[in-house]
């Protein structure tokens, strides 16, 4: 990726391409507060098309391994609402800009989601060495909770599951949803499970993190390659076959994809 760098606000900011598609890409830092600060001021100076966030997650569906990707079709904020003393009740805030009440999950673009499933399929990863041996990351589309507490806890992880049937948790993805939603740009996240959000979490961070960071970072580029290949699509579309006299000549063309191109 050629490249140059910005600084926005003391936030460093890559500029680049990424199969001729323009990407900025930029560090949110950890935590929700982070998160929402940098996607605002990259979405008010790049005005993007849409914002997609890569990152590491803690698994809290027991079928999901070390290693393996959780597309977020929805994201929720797991400590926001209201506390009693039989418990937190998740509700979300209002939209200060319009006043409406938000949803307390937030969908990723439909756009952003249906490219993943199609670049999970065509992406290579990097397998996890784990206890039992090597193996491959399994790709799902889940429900992913974000908070501002690393989650090393069964209790906790049992109460994500049961009120909020989240998949995996993190600390970032629904604050940028939140702020996407707030200024209508297309937002998804996505996560590859470095721990398992139980008592060996810390540990298993601490070794798993940078390989995780890898594969979901190797995914968001192969979903912007998709975008940019259903782009070019279009246009081809348009401008080729509005005359084209053959049968079928406005069909939809069937994808068109080289991988790691
Ligand atoms: N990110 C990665 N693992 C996490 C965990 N266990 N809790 C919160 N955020 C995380």
Redesign the pocket.
């Known amino acids: 990726m050629d490249r140059k760098e910005q600084n926005i606000e003391g936030i460093r900011c890559m500029i680049g391409e990424i199969n001729e598609k323009q990407v900025v890409v930029a560090r949110t830092g950890v935590g929700k507060v982070n998160a929402a600060m940098t996607t605002m001021l990259l979405i008010e100076h790049f005005r993007p098309s849409e914002v997609i966030f890569t990152?590491?997650?803690?698994g809290i569906n027991p079928d999901l391994l070390l290693g393996d990707i959780v597309i977020a079709a929805k994201t929720a904020q797991h400590d926001l609402g209201r506390l009693t003393s039989s418990g937190l009740k998740n509700r979300s805030a209002k939209n200060p800009i319009d006043g409406q009440r938000n949803p307390i999950f937030f969908s990723a673009g439909a756009r952003l989601l249906k490219a993943a499933e199609v670049a999970s399929r065509r992406t290579t990863f990097q397998p996890f060495q784990v206890p039992q041996g090597e193996r491959f990351p399994r790709i799902t589309k889940g429900i992913v909770v974000t908070?501002d507490?690393?989650?090393?806890s069964e209790a906790k992880r049992r109460t994500l599951r049961e009120h909020l049937q989240a998949d995996a948790?993190?600390?970032e993805g629904a604050a940028v949803a939140q702020i996407c939603w707030q200024q209508r740009v297309p937002c998804l996240a996505v996560r590859s499970i470095?721990?398992s959000?139980n008592a060996d979490?810390r540990q298993d961070?601490k070794k798993y993190?940078k390989i995780a960071a890898q594969n979901s970072a190797a995914l968001v580029v192969n979903i912007v390659k998709q975008l940019h290949v259903e782009e070019t699509l279009k246009v081809n579309e348009t401008v080729g076959h509005e005359n084209d006299p053959r049968p079928n000549a406005q069909d939809t063309p069937s994808e068109k994809y080289t991988p790691n191109a």
Do not use: P, T
């Open positions: 990152g590491v997650a803690g908070g507490v690393f989650v090393a948790v993190e600390m470095s721990d959000a979490a961070f993190y």
